[in-house]
């Protein structure tokens, strides 16, 4: 048995890309400690896959660390440009936090106001909260440092929209100043990009230079949330397939990958 292990839901602008409860059992069976980090959506989904009782058991085990993210990681848009000034910061509002929220996802999945006030109560008191500014680098100069590649945006485009033909030469390069934020040169034609997502999904989503630059950031998140509990990463199987999607695959082992070097 390995020691420790990682997990959390990926990050992933289309919205298909759920918690990974089978990689969380892998975890649970073969590493001696899972620390499961959950943010509002994960947690809701987790207590319908697992079931609460599951869920509330798994927060009282020792070899299990629960923690709950009530931030999330943004970086405001301009259009289709990051918003002159800024960089990555996180967000909350009063809803996401823990006492707020979790006694009322309980309640969304159980339907019983006072078996989820006594459910939530006890998982509450086994939760640790952290923050995805946590797992980041120092800096926003080494976020892009560290994740922003051309194999790494044909990574991400080839899931976000698949039928976009890219260029031989992709050019995707970022810099960083604390008056201007980021500013990024590229040769990628967004409204082509955004065309093709929105086919592909049936979505009216857009596709912007931040929506590429978060989802770097993500899987940055995801290697730094390793260091930081001193851990392995457990992610999604590498054969996953979205089976509605003609067997397209989130390319998070792929991505981690390029990161990883």
């Known amino acids: 048995m390995f020691e420790r292990t990682a997990v959390r839901r990926p990050t992933d602008i289309t919205g298909l890309a759920g ?3 089978g990689a969380l059992a892998e975890s649970l069976l073969f590493y001696g400690t899972t620390s499961l980090v959950l943010d509002p959506g994960s947690l809701k989904e987790i207590l319908r896959n697992v079931g609460v009782d599951s869920v509330v058991r798994l927060a009282r085990d020792d070899a299990v660390r629960v923690l709950y993210a009530p931030n999330m990681t943004t970086i405001p848009n301009a259009g289709s440009l ?10 909350s509002t009063p809803a996401w936090q823990p006492d707020r929220f979790i006694p009322d996802a309980f309640y969304e999945v159980m339907g019983r106001r006072g078996a989820a006030r006594r459910a939530s ?11 995805p500014d946590a797992f980041r ?8 440092a560290e994740t922003v590649s051309e194999q790494a945006v044909r990574e991400v485009l080839r899931y976000v929209a698949p039928g976009y033909a890219l260029p ?7 810099s960083y100043d604390n008056a201007a934020g980021y500013a990024v040169q590229t040769n990628l034609d967004f409204s082509a990009i955004t065309a093709e997502h929105q086919r592909f999904y049936n979505t009216t989503n857009d596709v ?3 929506h590429v630059l978060l989802t770097l950031a993500g899987v940055a998140e995801d290697v730094g949330m390793a260091a930081y509990f001193g851990s392995d ?7 996953f397939a979205w089976p509605h999607l003609d067997g397209l695959k989130w390319p998070h082992f792929a991505m981690v990958d390029v990161l990883a070097g």
Do not use: K
């Open 233 to 239: 990463l457990t992610l999604e199987d590498d054969g």
């Open 137 to 144: 680098p120092d800096s926003d100069e080494a976020v892009i």
């Open 168 to 174: 031989a030469d992709v050019r995707f390069e970022v």
């Open 19 to 21: 918690f990974d409860t």
């Open 208 to 210: 912007t230079v931040s």
């Open 121 to 131: 109560s006890r998982f509450l008191d086994r939760l640790e909260l952290v923050s």
């Open 82 to 91: 990051p918003a002159a000034g800024w960089g990555l910061s996180t967000v």
